[in-house]
C-alpha cells in the first residue's frame, strides 16, 4: 500500500503541476497522501518535522541566491542592458539563430560557475527581447533557457563547477574532469540536438503564421520604454562579466585565503568554509554587479526603487515553489516503502555496474524531483558497491563518474521539478503552454546522450 501511495502521489503531483494547480498546493498535500497510504505514520509530524524542516532549510541556504538573481535580472532589463546584449547577439547570429543563441548565452553562464537559478533570472530579460525582436514564440524559451542551463553544463562537459559534477568524486576518487571524451560527446549530442528540435519546433509554429504572440508581463520584464537610449554594448556586458570574474575570484582565491575558524561554534551552524565558500562568493559577486548595473545605467531608470522592489517580490513565488518540492523529495525519500524502490532500481543489471547505476539515478532523480537529489541517494546507499563492482569488472572509474553525474540530469526534469517550476514562474509560461518541449530537451535528449555514454564505454571506447 505504502509503495501504490508514493506512485500515485507522484503521478497526481505531475498531472495536477502540468494541468497548472500551484506546486505550494500540491506539494504538501500529495506529500501527507502518500504518508496516509503507508499507513502506522503521524501525518502533523512529517509534515511539521520532514516537509517544513527540508522547505525551510532550503531556504535558509539558497534564498539569497533567488532574491540576488531576480534583483539582477530586473534591474538588467529596466537599465536597458539586456535589450542591447539581445540586439548585438542579433546582429552577431542572425535572428534565425535566436534559439541558439539563448541556448548558449546560458552555457557560457552556467559553465562559468552561475547557479542555474541566476541565470535564469539573469538571462530571462535578455532572452525574451531577443525572442520578441526575432518572433519566436515565447512558450519556446523556457525549453531554450533549460536547455542551456539544465544539460549539457550541468551534466556533461568536463569540469563543469556544478554540484551535480561533483558529488561522484568522493566515491570513485575521480575529479571533475573525468570521462573527458565521452562527457564532450554527451554534451553535444544534448547541445546539438536539442537546438535543433527547438529551430524545428519554431519552423513549424511560424509555419502556420505562429510569432512571438501577445502574453502578460512578469515581474522580470522590463519597464524601459521602446525609445529609450540604450547603454553600449561594453557597458551593457559589464555586470554579466563581473559576475562569473567575481565569482571565480571569491570562489578560488579571496575566500579561501580567508581565517574563518568561527564556523566551527555551533552559533555558525558547526560547518567549515569549504562548505560555505560557494554560497557566499555568489551572494558578493552578485551584490557587486547589481550596483554596477545600477551605477552604469542609473539615468536609464524610471525609478530604481520600484525597479529593486519589484525583482525582490519576484524571487518570493520561485523560491517557495522549489523548496515545497525539496520537502516533498524529502517525505517521500523518508517512507518505508521508498526503500523497495530503492534497493529494487539499485539492483538492476548486476552483472552491469555502469547500466545499473544509471538506472538507480536516473529513477530516484524523477522520483525526488532532484538532480543531486536522486544522485546522493543512490550513491550514499550503494557507492562503495558500485564503485568495487566497477573495479572487479575492468570499469574505469571516470566512466563511472560521468555516467553517474549524466544520469542525475535526465528523469529529475520531469513535471514536478523545482527548477522547471521555477523557470515556468519566471518566464510567465505554463506546463501545458512550455512543458512538452523542456521534456524533449531536458530529458529525453540527456537520457539518449546517457545510453550512447554507457554503450561506448562498455566497448572500452
Request: charged share 10%.
Amino acid at each position: 500500500m505504502g509503495l501504490f501511495g508514493i506512485v500515485l502521489s507522484l503521478g497526481l503531483l505531475m498531472y495536477l503541476a502540468y494541468r497548472g494547480i500551484n506546486v505550494l498546493i500540491l506539494a504538501p498535500l500529495l506529500a501527507m497522501l502518500a504518508v496516509l497510504l503507508s499507513g502506522g505514520l503521524p501525518v502533523l509530524a512529517t509534515y511539521t518535522q520532514v516537509f517544513m524542516k527540508s522547505l525551510g532549510g532550503y531556504v535558509i541556504t539558497y534564498f539569497p541566491l533567488f532574491l540576488l538573481g531576480a534583483i539582477f535580472g530586473k534591474v538588467m532589463a529596466d537599465g536597458g542592458a539586456a535589450r542591447t546584449i539581445a540586439e548585438r547577439i542579433v546582429d552577431w547570429v542572425g535572428a534565425g539563430r535566436a534559439i541558439l543563441a539563448v541556448v548558449l548565452a546560458c552555457g557560457v553562464l552556467t559553465y562559468g560557475g552561475v547557479s542555474l537559478f541566476v541565470v535564469a533570472f539573469a538571462i530571462y530579460p535578455i532572452a525574451n527581447a531577443l525572442f520578441r525582436r526575432a518572433d519566436v514564440p515565447k512558450r519556446l524559451l523556457p525549453a531554450a533557457i533549460a536547455l542551456g542551463s539544465f544539460t549539457f553544463t550541468m551534466t556533461a562537459f568536463p569540469g563543469t563547477p556544478a554540484i551535480q559534477n561533483a558529488i561522484p568524486i568522493p566515491f570513485f576518487g575521480t575529479n571533475v574532469f573525468a570521462a573527458p571524451l565521452l562527457g564532450t560527446l554527451a554534451g553535444m549530442i544534448m547541445l546539438v540536438g536539442g537546438t535543433l528540435w527547438l529551430n524545428r519546433r519554431r519552423a513549424s509554429a511560424q509555419g502556420k503564421g505562429e510569432g512571438y504572440g501577445e502574453h502578460d508581463e512578469t515581474g522580470a520584464d522590463s519597464t524601459l520604454p521602446a525609445d529609450a537610449t540604450l547603454p553600449s554594448f561594453p557597458v551593457a556586458i559589464a555586470p554579466v562579466v563581473a559576475v562569473i570574474v567575481l565569482n571565480a575570484l571569491f570562489t578560488y582565491v579571496l575566500i579561501p585565503m580567508m581565517s574563518a575558524d568561527y564556523l566551527a561554534e555551533p552559533q555558525y551552524g558547526e560547518t567549515s568554509l569549504s562548505s560555505v565558500a560557494g554560497i557566499w562568493a555568489i551572494i558578493v559577486s552578485l551584490t557587486i554587479s547589481i550596483v554596477l548595473a545600477i551605477a552604469l545605467n542609473w539615468s536609464r531608470f524610471k525609478d530604481v526603487l520600484e525597479t529593486v522592489n519589484t525583482g525582490t517580490m519576484g524571487s518570493l513565488l520561485p523560491v517557495f515553489n522549489t523548496a515545497s518540492e525539496v520537502g516533498y523529495g524529502a517525505v517521500i525519500a523518508s517512507l518505508p516503502a521508498f526503500a523497495l524502490i530503492r534497493d529494487a532500481v539499485l539492483g538492476l543489471f548486476p552483472d552491469n555496474p555502469v547500466a545499473s547505476l544509471a538506472v538507480a539515478v536516473n529513477v530516484l532523480a524523477g522520483i525526488t524531483g532532484s538532480a543531486s537529489g536522486g544522485m546522493s541517494i543512490a550513491l550514499n546507499a550503494l557507492g562503495e558497491q558500485f564503485a568495487q563492482m566497477g573495479q572487479e569488472q575492468g570499469v574505469s572509474m571516470g566512466l563511472m563518474h560521468r555516467v553517474t553525474s549524466l544520469s542525475s540530469g535526465g528523469f529529475d526534469a520531469l513535471p514536478h521539478n523545482g527548477a522547471v517550476i521555477t523557470l515556468l514562474a519566471i518566464t510567465g509560461m505554463t506546463h501545458k503552454k512550455s512543458y512538452s518541449d523542456i521534456f524533449v530537451v531536458a530529458v529525453a535528449i540527456p537520457v539518449v546522450a546517457t545510453i550512447t555514454v554507457i554503450v561506448l564505454g562498455s566497448l572500452g571506447l
